[in-house]
């Protein structure tokens, strides 16, 4: 695994890709394949640079920031309110966000030279919910997605994408047995909804909390190189 050192590159913003965003340096002269990696609510791009240690050299990893603004550092995909029922999000934001990073994704490509069988979207938490979003509703655009810590949201239901196209997808679920902003249950349910489409994927569960410990780390990395088409 290369453990060389990363750090992010220079916020980029107002460009055509309709999204902030930051790429990971040392950036490949060129790129053969992309991972999009997105951070969770109320956090910022940046919360996801240490994801990016051990990618192959000649992938391009570019941390995107959601487009709503809670606070000095603090952004989100959609607004989301915590009950005794569960977390209650904003729909109307969440697809809002979704067409966005469909179109983000298909901007990277087009820029970057980067083709759907070599781009995978993953994310943290409410990066997580929103990765899966793009997957199932366009799984024309990447090659699979990862769900680290997060949930599939029950409303993406009208937006799914035909079985046929979603079992072409690769999956990668991660959660926390431990975990109290999203409990373990949410894996499950999402473990049970993807067999349900009959998309591939893998669930690991790990003794921790809300998180990325060093073992859904490395789980994510052995996964992502299995992702890629062989040279």
Same mark, same amino acid.
């Given at each position: 695994?290369?453990?060389?050192?990363?750090?992010?590159?220079?916020?980029?913003?107002?460009?055509?890709?309709?999204?902030?965003?930051?790429?990971?340096?040392?950036?490949?002269?060129?790129?053969?394949?992309?991972?999009?990696?997105?951070?969770? *609510? $109320?956090?910022?791009?940046? =919360?996801? /640079?240490?994801?990016?240690?051990?990618? +192959?050299?000649?992938? &391009?990893?570019? @941390?995107?920031?959601?487009?709503?603004?809670?606070?000095?550092?603090?952004?989100?995909?959609?607004?989301?309110?915590?009950?005794?029922?569960?977390?209650?999000?904003?729909?109307?934001?969440?697809?809002?966000?979704?067409?966005?990073?469909?179109?983000?994704?298909?901007?990277?490509?087009?820029?970057?030279?980067?083709?759907?069988?070599?781009?995978?979207?993953?994310?943290?938490?409410?990066?997580?919910?929103?990765?899966?979003? *793009? $997957?199932?509703?366009?799984? =024309?655009? /990447?090659?699979?997605?990862?769900?680290? +810590?997060?949930?599939? &949201?029950?409303? @993406?239901?009208?937006?799914?994408?035909?079985?046929?196209?979603?079992?072409?997808?690769?999956?990668?679920?991660?959660?926390?047995?431990?975990?109290?902003?999203?409990?373990?249950?949410?894996?499950?349910?999402?473990?049970?909804?993807?067999?349900?489409?009959?998309?591939?994927?893998?669930?690991?569960?790990?003794?921790?909390?809300?998180?990325?410990?060093?073992?859904?780390?490395?789980?994510?990395?052995?996964?992502?190189?299995? *992702?890629?088409?062989?040279?």
């Amino acid at each position: 695994m290369n453990t060389a050192p990363v750090q992010p590159g220079e916020l980029q913003t107002g460009t055509p890709m309709g999204l902030a965003f930051r790429l990971i340096q040392p950036a490949p002269a060129q790129a053969r394949r992309c991972v999009i990696l997105l951070h969770g *609510v $109320g956090s910022n791009e940046a =919360d996801m /640079v240490s994801l990016a240690i051990g990618m +192959s050299p000649d992938t &391009l990893v570019i @941390l995107t920031r959601g487009p709503l603004t809670l606070g000095p550092g603090q952004y989100a995909w959609f607004r989301v309110a915590f009950g005794a029922n569960g977390p209650s999000p904003n729909i109307e934001e969440a697809e809002r966000s979704r067409l966005t990073l469909v179109h983000f994704v298909q901007q990277v490509q087009a820029t970057y030279g980067i083709t759907p069988a070599n781009t995978v979207i993953a994310g943290f938490s409410q990066g997580g919910i929103m990765s899966t979003s *793009v $997957g199932l509703s366009a799984p =024309d655009i /990447v090659a699979g997605f990862g769900l680290l +810590s997060g949930r599939i &949201l029950p409303e @993406l239901a009208p937006h799914l994408a035909p079985q046929a196209q979603l079992a072409k997808l690769k999956v990668f679920v991660g959660h926390g047995e431990d975990d109290r902003v999203l409990p373990v249950a949410w894996a499950h349910k999402s473990d049970a909804w993807l067999t349900e489409l009959g998309v591939p994927h893998e669930l690991h569960l790990y003794p921790m909390d809300h998180g990325i410990s060093n073992e859904i780390h490395a789980d994510f990395l052995t996964w992502l190189a299995g *992702v890629w088409p062989k040279p």
